[in-house]
T-cell receptor, first 116, second 113 residues
Framework: GAVVSQHPSRVICKSGTSVKIECRSL??????MFWYRQFPKQSLMLMAT?????????EQGVEKDKFLINHASLTLSTLTVTSAHPEDSSFYIC????????????FGPGTRLTVL | DAKTTQPNSMESNEEEPVHLPCNHS???????IHWYRQLPSQGPEYVIH???SNVNNRMASLAIAEDRKSSTLILHRATLRDAAVYYC??????????????FGKGTKLSVKP
């Protein structure tokens, strides 16, 4: 199997604070991980692509200074939402790409962020 | 990016087969067809993928048209646990080896007991 975990599963914070979300591939190494955001009743939107040992590639409209991504090892990527505001409240989901012909991605269970 | 078109919603009865269609007329020769599903408040779950030939696994079957411009995900016996949003996605080959997945709106499958 291919298991991806996220921590925490749910976080509530005050406006202006920073929140770190961890994404781990538990039984495979992932040179590439992805971060998505999903608002209620909408589909997943890709925020950034994270490559181990290099800078993340951000999608258009996503502020790299606000959403800090670190991919320090082949099994761990972190997303830090800095100076969070209520509009950042969303469901954040990571995925890890398992190397192979089709490069299938496996997704974490998601992190529900609520900014008060 | 190659785009997919799926019906917004479908209904099925429990223990009956379900055929979920997907059109992808602009698919390129090396695009893989991936299917994921997402239950409420959970991350997407990998279902199946294929390139040219039909594929079977423990969860579902994938039937790919000969011209590859459409495909169908087949759940052989729907259960209540299969109620989810099903996404048909083409791997974004323009991103090179990154393999980004671009999600559309998917098909919301309801299963009636």
């Amino acid at each position: 199997g291919a298991v991806v975990s996220q921590h925490p599963s749910r976080v509530i914070c005050k406006s202006g604070t920073s929140v770190k979300i961890e994404c781990r591939s538990l039984d495979f190494q992932a040179t590439t991980m992805f971060w998505y955001r999903q608002f209620p009743k909408q589909s997943l939107m890709l925020m950034a692509t994270s490559n181990e040992g290099s800078k993340a590639t951000y999608e258009q409209g996503v502020e790299k200074d606000k959403f800090l991504i670190n991919h320090a090892s082949l099994t761990l990527s972190t997303l830090t939402v800095t100076s969070a505001h209520p509009e950042d409240s969303s469901f954040y989901i990571c995925s890890a790409r398992k190397a192979g012909a089709a490069d299938t991605q496996y997704f974490g269970p998601g992190t529900r962020l609520t900014v008060l | 990016d190659a785009k997919t078109t799926q019906p917004n919603s479908m209904e099925s009865n429990e223990e009956e087969p379900v055929h979920l269609p997907c059109n992808h007329s602009t698919i390129s020769g090396t695009d893989y067809i991936h299917w994921y599903r997402q239950l409420p408040s959970q991350g997407p779950e990998y279902v199946i993928h294929g390139l040219t030939s039909n594929v079977n696994n423990r969860m579902a079957s994938l039937a790919i048209a000969e011209d590859r411009k459409s495909s169908t995900l087949i759940l052989h016996r729907a259960t209540l646990r299969d109620a989810a949003v099903y996404y048909c996605i083409l791997r974004d080959v323009k991103r090179g080896s990154q393999g980004n997945l671009i999600f559309g709106k998917g098909t919301k499958l309801s299963v009636k007991p």
